[in-house]
């Protein structure tokens, strides 16, 4: 059976792919070359050369006009089996769900993941995560931009090793600094909903983690490469964050709660919040969690969440910060500490 136009062009576009990606050192071509190679003429070549460029494969050009593959800025096809495909798609949705800013290039990975199902094995499928992107696609707008290029540019500097000067303004700062820094982990926090990289701050002297959000001004990447530390490991440093922050000199924090409500309790349970949790039941039934955590007060909004089916029993500061809290929310409210009768019953509809 005699090939459509299409496969043929499908296959021949896969086929230059890989043939320039397996030149020594990535040695450029001349078209003539590549004509022969393929049994093709050069308008043909010349015409899939623009094709790949169309399709995300960033093309050199020399002053021979000879051609290879960029292969700083492209990473190699992978082959997915269909289980691993639904695997990147659910990642690639959360991703977007836990980001509070539409990621372009996310849009575009979910783009491509639905073409290859719909044009293959699973049309319907395909029809679905097709229709994901384009949803996603109209999300993204210009305010977004100056953070996807800040992404955009880390990403660079992580990929290549190479150290970033960045424009930093941390959350309680009147005032932004500027510092090089060397990028060793890309991490995002799915509590936050943002990105955050770790690594060396050559102004701190000491590792340090920096919010993307909160990088001021386009990132410059430097022609300095770096070298991550000898042994940095990342699963130790974040095995006591709860979400980011962690403190790589002080011991971790004890912290326990007290659950209560049966289906609060049910709740707590489906998860595993954090790697060192344990937790049990005292003598009324309720549930007492536990963790060593680095920064107790990351876990505020989670505690918060939970209202009155949540007590912090220690540590200490923080059962004192939340006690602070509900004194605040009550003046709010209009209800004295010493409240009774029918402010009482308004305190008690608020917080159980």
């Known amino acids: 059976m005699s090939q459509s136009k299409s496969e043929f062009k499908s296959e021949g576009l896969d086929a230059l792919r890989l043939y320039l990606l397996a030149q020594p050192s990535g040695s450029p ?5 590549l004509a022969r190679h393929f ?61 509070d800013k539409s990621d372009r ?4 990975m979910l783009q491509k993941l639905g073409v290859v199902l719909n044009q293959g094995i699973a ?18 707008s210009d305010q977004q931009q100056d953070y996807q290029r800040v992404l955009e540019e880390i990403g660079d500097a992580w990929i290549d090793g190479r150290k970033v000067q960045i424009r930093y303004r941390p959350l309680r700062a009147r005032r932004a600094f500027d510092e090089v820094f060397h990028p ?18 050559e ?20 022609d300095e490469p770096f070298a991550v530390a000898a042994g940095f490991d990342p699963f130790k440093l974040l095995g006591g964050a709860w979400s980011i922050w962690f403190d790589e000199d002080s011991q971790p924090i004890s912290v326990r709660l007290r659950f209560s409500g049966d289906q609060v309790v049910r709740r707590v349970l489906e998860e595993r919040w954090h790697p060192s949790q344990r937790t049990e039941r005292d003598p009324e039934g309720r ?28 540590p200490q500061e923080l059962r004192e910060q939340m006690l602070g809290e509900i004194r605040r929310q009550m003046r709010a409210y209009g209800i004295a500490e010493t409240a009774s009768d029918d402010r009482q019953q308004r305190f008690d509809d608020i917080f159980g």
């Open 123 to 140: 049309p319907a499928a395909g029809e679905h995560v097709l229709a994901i992107a384009h949803q996603q696609r109209l999300q993204v």
């Open 105 to 108: 290039n996310a849009v575009e």
């Open 287 to 314: 549930l007492i969690w536990a963790a060593e955590v680095d920064e107790p007060l990351e876990m505020l909004p989670w505690i918060r969440g939970w209202g009155a089916d949540c007590e912090v029993l220690e």
């Open 29 to 33: 071509l001349r078209q003539a070359d």
């Open 39 to 99: 049994g093709n003429d050069r308008s043909t070549i010349g015409r899939w050369i623009v094709s790949l460029e169309a399709n995300g494969v960033p093309i050199l050009w020399d002053e021979q006009k000879r051609v290879a593959i960029d292969r700083k800025r492209y990473i190699t096809h992978i082959s997915l089996s269909r289980h691993e495909t639904i695997v990147l798609m659910l990642a690639l949705r959360m991703y977007q769900q836990r980001q």
């Open 184 to 201: 060793y982990l890309l991490e995002p926090s799915a509590l936050s909903r943002s990105t955050y990289m770790i690594g060396y701050s």
């Open 203 to 222: 102004l701190a002297g000491a590792m340090r983690v920096r919010k993307l959000e909160r990088i001021e001004r386009r990132p410059l990447v430097l």
